[in-house]
């Protein structure tokens, strides 16, 4: 069975700081994909950011960074420069070996100006 | 708009009866899923369907929760004599493998707004 844990239920980052969300994983596939989605207030879900886990190099789009450690089973994201936008739920997701993705709890994220 | 629609936006009913939530993928999506998001909690898998195989109703919950998807596109989730604890968001997503060998889950879900459900 795969598990994805997000151990931080809420986070809060000054406006144009640096913030990161914690996610740790545990599958028994060689191949899989980690996400991490965002769902701000009474908004719909989107993805910010993929990662294939066969692929050493970490995910960057734009502010969105992921640190990807597979040893550790590890996917954290880094958001630089926050806005105000970014305020959200943060949910971690994982897909290997089959059509069903597992998500995290959520991380409640409040950017404070 | 291209997106993924759920209607309705609010559903409020009284315990035991039954609702219809509905979702419209995105056209050409041949994947889609139902997911409960309850307060606090992450996503709950309820439902899967692929192409004209037989949906996956594995998360289902109880015998209460049924669905169908017509035509390839449009999905229905009736809940029967709804309970308090039906209360939820129900979300749809929907999404395309990519690739001879890729899984939909693989690739990037596309979220609907969803429907919130509140069960007096």
């Known amino acids: 069975a795969q598990t994805v844990t997000q151990s931080q239920p809420e986070m809060s980052v000054q406006e144009a700081e640096t913030v990161t969300l914690s996610c740790t994983y545990d599958?028994?596939?060689?191949?899989?994909?980690l996400f991490w989605y965002k769902q701000p207030p009474s908004r719909q879900m989107i993805l910010v950011i993929r990662?294939?886990?066969?692929?050493?190099q970490n995910a960057t789009e734009n502010r969105f960074s992921v640190n990807f450690q597979k040893a550790a089973k590890s996917f954290s994201l880094k958001i630089s420069d926050s806005q105000l936008g970014d305020t959200a739920m943060y949910f971690c997701?994982?897909?290997?070996?089959?059509?069903?993705?597992?998500f995290g709890r959520g991380t409640s994220l409040i950017v404070h100006p | 708009g291209a997106g993924v629609s759920q209607s309705p936006s609010n559903k409020v009913t009284e315990k035991g009866k039954d609702v219809e939530l509905r979702c419209d993928p995105i056209?050409?999506?041949?994947?889609l899923y139902w997911y409960r998001q309850s307060l606090g909690q992450g996503l709950e898998f309820l439902i899967y369907?692929?192409?004209?195989?037989?949906?996956?109703k594995s998360g289902l919950p109880s015998d209460r929760f049924s669905a169908e998807r017509t035509g390839g596109s449009v999905s229905t989730l009736t809940i029967q004599r709804t309970q308090q604890e039906d209360s939820a968001v129900y979300l749809c997503?929907?999404?395309?493998?990519?690739?001879?060998?890729?899984?939909?889950?693989?690739?990037?879900?596309?979220f609907g707004p969803g429907t919130r459900l509140t069960v007096l």
């Open positions: 997503a929907s999404s395309i493998p990519k690739g001879l060998a890729a899984l939909p889950s693989y690739n990037e879900q596309f």
């Open positions: 599958t028994s596939e060689n191949n899989y994909y």
């Open positions: 990662q294939e886990a066969y692929k050493q």
């Open positions: 997701a994982l897909s290997g070996g089959s059509y069903i993705p597992t």
């Open positions: 056209s050409g999506h041949t994947a």
């Open positions: 369907f692929q192409g004209n195989s037989a949906p996956d």
